[in-house]
């Protein structure tokens, strides 16, 4: 009896694990893909660097995972009257307590462990490559160009043959208007700089004057500074584990974690007094339940968002 009611924890923990963590990573995947240039990044790039935010995404979700799943395996189990038959045959709560608390006990054993380690060293892979992604273009991956703005000073059209890059037309802005065409030649980018090394073309200024100055060439180096940008900087406390913020003595970080596992306790153990001892498994105080839960996390994330001191937040941890 306690595998089985142990069986339907997980079940329940399960078709409620895969649901909001399929719906978060499609909401993560498709913003990645809208906010990304697809002339620029492959989509399976993009696919890769979403799988990143998973062990983040479960972190986040656990909570509301387990609020839910509880809920719904104990609504099951009271409208099929299996809690019913379990009194009935002389059974006290200690049948259905056990299961439940070694349930309880494996949940925030993986909370622990996705907390303080994996999920920071994951997340910080995630953001690592998501700034390579959006700091470089990748000039070998593109298909086709339509008019590519580098910057707001310069657009580049070209054609693409394989790996080899013609009729390469460029226009920018420094004193001057400029216009340039070349047959074939190389584009790269390297750091904070666009490379072209042109071959056979010609380059036109437009004087201010009126005038047309026109330089002919049969190879060209040109270069041009992105303003956009900017170097690594890793400063998101997401991406710090537990060994990390114990030598940086990062106190407040290591609280949030720890209450974000604590807070697994205080779920089980509402449930058990105000719906388990209680036997109150109707829609209304399961609902009850799930809001008061519910509420906790949120009012817990938005103390957390404010970035207050380490004595504040023990003190609101505490109450």
Same mark, same amino acid.
């Given at each position: 009896?306690?595998?089985?009611?142990?069986?339907?924890?997980?079940?329940?923990?399960?078709?409620?694990?895969?649901?909001?963590?399929?719906?978060?990573?499609?909401?993560?995947?498709?913003?990645?893909? *809208?906010?990304?240039?697809?002339?620029?990044?492959?989509?399976?790039?993009?696919?890769?660097?979403?799988?990143?935010?998973?062990?983040?995404?479960?972190?986040?979700?656990?909570?509301?995972?387990?609020?839910?799943?509880?809920?719904?395996?104990?609504?099951?189990?009271?409208?099929?009257?299996?809690?019913?038959?379990?009194?009935?045959?002389?059974?006290?709560?200690?049948?259905?307590?056990?299961?439940?608390?070694?349930?309880?006990? %494996?949940?925030?054993?993986? *909370?622990?462990?996705?907390?303080?380690?994996? *999920?920071?060293?994951?997340?910080?892979?995630?953001?690592?490559?998501?700034?390579?992604?959006?700091?470089?273009?990748?000039?070998?991956?593109?298909?086709?160009?339509?008019?590519?703005?580098?910057?707001?000073? =310069?657009?580049?059209?070209?054609?693409?043959?394989?790996?080899?890059?013609?009729?390469?037309?460029?226009?920018?802005?420094?004193?001057?208007?400029?216009?340039?065409?070349?047959?074939?030649?190389?584009?790269?980018?390297?750091?904070?700089?666009?490379?072209?090394?042109?071959?056979?073309?010609?380059?036109?200024?437009?004087?201010?004057?009126?005038?047309?100055?026109?330089?002919?060439?049969?190879?060209?180096?040109?270069?041009?500074?992105?303003?956009?940008?900017?170097?690594?900087?890793?400063?998101?406390?997401?991406?710090?584990?537990?060994?990390?913020?114990?030598?940086?003595?990062?106190?407040?970080?290591?609280?949030?974690?720890?209450?974000?596992?604590?807070?697994?306790?205080?779920?089980?153990?509402?449930?058990?007094?105000?719906?388990?001892?209680?036997?109150?498994?109707?829609?209304?105080?399961?609902?009850?339940?799930?809001?008061?839960?519910?509420?906790?996390?949120?009012?817990?994330?938005?103390?957390?968002?404010?970035?207050? %001191?380490?004595?504040?937040?023990?003190?609101? =941890?505490? *109450?």
């Amino acid at each position: 009896l306690n595998i089985y009611i142990f069986n339907e924890l997980l079940k329940g923990f399960l078709l409620i694990f895969f649901i909001f963590i399929s719906i978060a990573w499609l909401l993560q995947f498709t913003r990645l893909i *809208s906010i990304s240039n697809l002339l620029q990044i492959d989509t399976l790039s993009i696919l890769v660097l979403s799988i990143y935010l998973i062990p983040n995404l479960f972190t986040i979700t656990l909570p509301f995972i387990v609020i839910i799943g509880i809920s719904i395996t104990f609504i099951k189990l009271y409208k099929d009257r299996e809690i019913i038959t379990i009194y009935t045959l002389g059974l006290n709560t200690k049948v259905i307590k056990k299961p439940l608390f070694i349930f309880s006990i %494996s949940i925030i054993l993986i *909370s622990i462990f996705f907390n303080f380690y994996l *999920s920071p060293n994951i997340y910080e892979k995630y953001k690592l490559n998501e700034y390579e992604l959006r700091n470089k273009i990748n000039f070998e991956k593109i298909i086709f160009s339509n008019f590519l703005k580098l910057n707001k000073n =310069t657009i580049i059209d070209f054609k693409k043959n394989k790996n080899s890059f013609n009729d390469i037309f460029i226009n920018y802005t420094d004193s001057k208007e400029n216009i340039i065409y070349s047959k074939n030649g190389s584009i790269s980018k390297k750091e904070g700089k666009y490379i072209f090394r042109l071959d056979e073309g010609f380059k036109l200024t437009l004087l201010k004057n009126g005038d047309i100055e026109k330089l002919e060439f049969e190879n060209y180096n040109l270069e041009f500074e992105d303003n956009d940008f900017s170097k690594y900087s890793n400063f998101d406390k997401n991406t710090s584990n537990f060994i990390e913020d114990f030598i940086s003595k990062d106190y407040l970080n290591l609280s949030y974690k720890f209450f974000d596992s604590f807070i697994f306790i205080i779920i089980f153990i509402f449930f058990y007094y105000y719906n388990l001892k209680k036997y109150k498994f109707n829609i209304k105080n399961i609902i009850f339940f799930i809001l008061s839960s519910a509420s906790l996390l949120i009012i817990n994330q938005l103390i957390k968002n404010l970035n207050s %001191s380490f004595i504040f937040y023990i003190f609101f =941890t505490g *109450s």
